[in-house]
Structures are given as C-alpha cells and as structure tokens.
C-alpha cells in the first residue's frame, strides 16, 4: 500500500531533476551592454572612461545584472568611436589604462560581476603599427591586410578594383600611394579589413583573445562577424569580382544596400574560424571551470545566425544574439508579428541550445523611441522573461529615448557618411549613444565637463536614474522586479507558450513544477477584456507580480483569469494562486 505513494513522488523527483538541469552562469544572468564613452565620466573631460564604470559597477549589481559587455576600450583613433582599433594590446588613453582595467576587473569580481569584451576581428587601424608598417612595405603587416590593384578606365583615370561599397556608404576600397595599391575597408577608411587568408592574422587575433582572456575576461562579444572573409580570389583569375546589385528600390550606387554581399559577407570560412575561437575558450574553462562566453553579432537570416551555435560537431558561439526584437518589429507591428519574431528563433535554434533577446545597442534606435515610451516596460518584460538569457542595453532599464543631435553636433560616420545635412539622422547612430542619464544635475550626472563628446539628451532632468529610484512606480524599478522574478524556477527552467489575443495584445505563459506565470502586454490603446484561461491551468485567481509604470494594479493585486481587464500600453505578470 505505502508503495502506491512512493512510486508516483520517486516519479515526480525523477523528472524534476531531470528538467532542473544545474544551469551555467551565463545561462542564467542578465548581459548589461556599457558604451563606454557614454556611461560615466570620472576626470571631467566629458568622456565616459574605465574608472566611471568602476564607480558604477554596484549599481549593475543592484539591477540584478551579472554581467556586462563593454564596447571597445582599446587604443584608437576614434573614427568609429573604438571599433577602429591601432592596438588591441592596449587600453585607450581618454578611457584610461591598463591599471585601471586590472581595477575594474578586480572590483567585478569582487561583486560577482563577469566582464565581456568588445571583440573586433574584421578590422583595424589605419593608424595602427600594423597598417603603418605595411606602408614601410614591411612584409609581414602588408599581408596582415587585403590589397588590390586599382583598374585604370578609359579616360586614364585609376579606379578602385571593384564596385564593393563600405557598409557606411561609398567604395570600400582606399588607395594608398605608398604602396600604389587599395586596401579593403568593409567600414570607415579608418578601419582597414584584416586577412583571414593569412594564418599570421589567425594566430595574431588568436593571441589578442589570449591576452584578455589572462586579464580574467568571461569573454567576448564578436564585432561584425559576418564580414570575416572575402570569397578566395584565387578562384576568379586572381581579381575580386563585382558584387551583384541587389534589385532594392536604391538609387544611390554608393549606398551598400546597393549590392548584394555575395562576396564579401557570410562566407563558409567564417564558421571554423568561430569554432577555433571557441576551442581557446574552452581551453581557458578546461583549466579553471569557468565557462567563456561568446556572442556574435550578425543581423542576418535565421539559418545563417544559427551556424554560429555550432556545426554539430564543433561548437561555437553560445549566443548568436537574436536581434528580431530590433530588426522584425517596431512599435507599428502587431500583437501576431511579434508572436512570429519571437518564435522565429526559438523555432529554429538547435534544441540544446538557448535563445537570446536582444533590444536595443549603440548601433539601434532605442526602445522608447522604436516602440513608444509606454512600451518600455512591456519590451524589458519580454526581453527579461522569454526563455533564454537578456542583454540589455545601458539605458533600456530606465527608458531612455533617442537625443536629438544636430547636423553640426554628429559625429557617427555612418551619419556623417551621408552627406545629407537633411537625412543623416535616419542612418546616424549618435541618438542612441547620448550620456547615460544620472541624475538631474549638470550633464545628468554624466560628467562635470562644459561640454560631452555628445550632447545630453533633453528631458534628462526627469529622467533619470535618480528620480526613477525614489520613484515607486518606475521603469528601473519594474526592471528590478522582472530581474528578480526572472530568478524563479519557472523563469529558468520552465517551458513557454504564446498567443496574440487579437491584434494589439501578446500574452506568454511560462510554467514549471506546477508554477504558472502569464504576462500580458498590450501594445495600443484599446482596452480589452481577457479570458487567461485560453492557457491550460491559468483558471481561478491571478496575483499581480509586476505591473507597468502606468498599469492600475499594483503587485499583490488579484484578478479572475476568466476575465482581466487590460488597460492601454499596460503590461503585466500574474501569477497562478495555487
Ligand atoms: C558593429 C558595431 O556594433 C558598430 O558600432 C561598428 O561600427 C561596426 N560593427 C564596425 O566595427
Ligand atoms: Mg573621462
């Protein structure tokens, strides 16, 4: 008799153990992404610099992040702010230096907090030792770059070798009278395409990962990784052959999306140069336990971005970040086309491996301004509470909105590039890197500088992280509270389901061991009425976990499944009461 109890609670131990697989740390933490020149400014110059991130690295701690990936420090000239790097070795001087990095990682770790890095394997410097060697006709630096003879037209006029464009508008190559040929720059002229063909790069780039990885970085987030390779030349006579056009409604022949990147982007070659990375990283764990992370950044299809997982055999990245909630939808799309970009990922992701969500970067449009500014919490619930692991942009947790620069005020070649004083802003991304917002004093709290590398944006003196924190209704403190929720078995483990009610409102369960959570966010102004218990087991009464800013109900608050009443650009969490 006793055994007829026994058997089904052994069962039920069984599976719960087998479903509460022991997670790793980056399967469960929050990835914080810093800009640093916009975070904090420590000496007064009106740049952000390593010290200001080390003064801040309790308040990562008390959003609940574990992590944070920092945008490039490294010794540069600053034509693409950092992503032009002259040596990857080093620290650059108006960020700080290499003392300084050393103290950051040991206050990080300190508090429990693992530190990411910018990776940028496709370029460098054009202002690098490399590249000028190169021009001394060093041999060794000039094939740690790609060169390529000009082609004179008809009228004796030297031209570029092809029609490839740079990803911020106009040929991608550069001539270079030292040497009389053109180098390849898939980015500014600032950012000289590094050769992959050449194992002297491969091992160089390899030792770069090296360095930092000793430094005590959890890893790293790969820059423009879809731009590694070149198609091999060898197999067209030796020259570069013209890129296709594309067949977009684009009139302007500089422009990249002119082309289609057959052979300049997502080459074979790539991957194995992923999975070669991810062996280093696997040595570092092999030796010390702790897994390093990688993060790719490709904006691409889903069977492309999933190649970087891993080909099956060999593995690769952990997070080919999921960028759908930046490039498939907008605050205009529909409660069904966010269900499908939501699902486009989980449905394609290798099954034993996790999802990401991504919303916002230094290269986007921010959420406020994407979506609206009432969507910020809804956006942070997704990105928070969807299966997988969150990256959030410096800003996001309070709902900063994109600043307003001016044609004379921008600095970001991809708006300067246009030369259009009219229309840079729709291809500038300053608007989204404008100094992180403190506090109402001068500069939001940002800096003591007269000026900042960027203006602050205005409305800064409401918000900001000061007054959200004394605020009890909040983005920062809706932010804290799915943090902490994101914490629960059902969150970590559990399994998800979706729906769209009707066109403005998405709802998701996530349920595990017999806890069940719905959130619903309603992306208009129409309220409606809901019946929840469309979900199976969501019947009786619903508490309120998490409410947004401009939500009625607050978190204890209960409500019948069979019918919530949904109020406009309302998102919330409830609960199931056992
Ligand atoms: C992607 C980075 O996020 C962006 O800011 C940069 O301009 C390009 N890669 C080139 O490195
Ligand atoms: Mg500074």
Redesign the pocket.
């Known amino acids: 008799m006793r055994n007829l109890f026994i058997l089904p609670l052994l069962f039920f131990l069984v599976q719960t153990t087998k479903q509460s697989k022991d997670l790793d740390w980056w399967e469960t933490t929050i990835f914080y992404q810093i800009y640093p020149r916009s975070f904090m400014d420590s000496d007064g110059d009106g740049i952000g610099d390593l010290n200001g991130i080390t003064s801040k690295l309790e308040y990562l701690k008390e959003l609940g992040v574990g992590a944070t990936w920092l945008s490039p420090m490294f010794k540069s000239p600053m034509y693409?702010f950092g992503?032009d790097i002259a040596d990857f070795y080093d620290v650059h001087d108006e960020y700080g230096t290499m003392e300084d990095f050393e103290k950051l990682i040991a206050k990080a770790n300190e508090l429990d907090i693992k530190i990411v890095l910018d990776f940028?394997p496709?370029?460098g410097s054009n202002e690098s030792v490399w590249f000028e060697e190169a021009l001394r006709g060093h041999e060794k630096y000039f094939d740690y770059f790609v060169w390529e003879d000009g082609v004179v037209d008809e009228n004796g006029i030297l031209r570029p070798p092809n029609n490839w464009n740079s990803v911020f508008r106009k040929s991608a190559w550069e001539y270079r009278e030292e040497v009389g040929k053109y180098y390849l720059h898939q980015?500014v002229i600032g950012?000289p395409d590094l050769n992959y063909r050449n194992p002297d790069v491969v091992e160089e780039m390899k030792n770069v990962l090296k360095f930092w990885l000793d430094k005590g970085v959890a890893g790293f987030r790969v820059?423009?990784i879809s731009h590694l390779f070149e198609v091999d030349k060898a197999k067209f006579d030796g020259m570069y052959p013209d890129e296709p056009l594309s067949g977009n409604k684009i009139e302007d022949p500089e422009s990249y999306d002119y082309l289609d990147h057959i052979y300049t982007k997502d080459q074979d070659e790539t991957y194995d140069m992923v999975y070669q990375w991810r062996d280093i990283f696997d040595e570092y764990k092999a030796k010390d336990g702790l897994t390093r992370v990688m993060m790719t950044?490709v904006y691409a299809s889903p069977d492309v971005t999933m190649r970087y997982f891993g080909d099956g055999e060999r593995e690769g990245a952990q997070m080919p970040f999921n960028f759908v909630l930046i490039t498939d939808v907008d605050g205009s799309s529909s409660a069904a086309e966010i269900k499908y970009a939501i699902d486009k990922f989980l449905t394609f992701k290798p099954i034993d491996k996790l999802a990401n969500w991504v919303a916002g970067?230094?290269?986007n449009s921010r959420v406020a301004s994407r979506f609206s500014p009432e969507l910020v919490d809804g956006i942070n619930m997704l990105v928070l509470l969807l299966p997988g692991v969150a990256v959030t942009y410096m800003g996001e947790e309070i709902g900063m909105v994109d600043g307003y620069i001016s044609w004379e005020d921008t600095v970001d070649p991809s708006g300067c590039n246009t030369d259009d004083p009219i229309n840079y802003w729709t291809a500038s991304?300053d608007p989204e890197r404008t100094p992180f917002q403190w506090n109402a004093q001068k500069n939001a709290g940002f800096s003591s500088a007269d000026k900042t590398w960027l203006p602050v944006a205005d409305g800064y003196e409401t918000l900001n992280v000061e007054v959200q924190q004394a605020t009890e209704r909040s983005h920062i403190n809706v932010y804290k509270a799915l943090a902490r929720l994101r914490t629960e078995p059902a969150f970590r483990h559990g399994r998800y389901e979706s729906v769209a009610f009707n066109s403005d409102v998405l709802a998701f369960k996530r349920w595990h061991n017999g806890e069940t959570y719905v959130a619903v966010i309603n992306f208009r102004d129409e309220v409606y009425n809901l019946d929840l218990t469309y979900f199976e087991n969501v019947t009786g009464q619903l508490e309120v976990i998490v409410s947004s800013v401009q939500s009625p109900k607050s978190s204890g608050d209960v409500v019948e499944a069979d019918g919530v009443q949904i109020e406009a650009r309302e998102s919330i969490v409830l609960k199931v009461v056992q």
């Open positions: 693409d992503y940028v496709n370029h980015f950012q820059d423009a950044e970067n230094h290269d991304r």
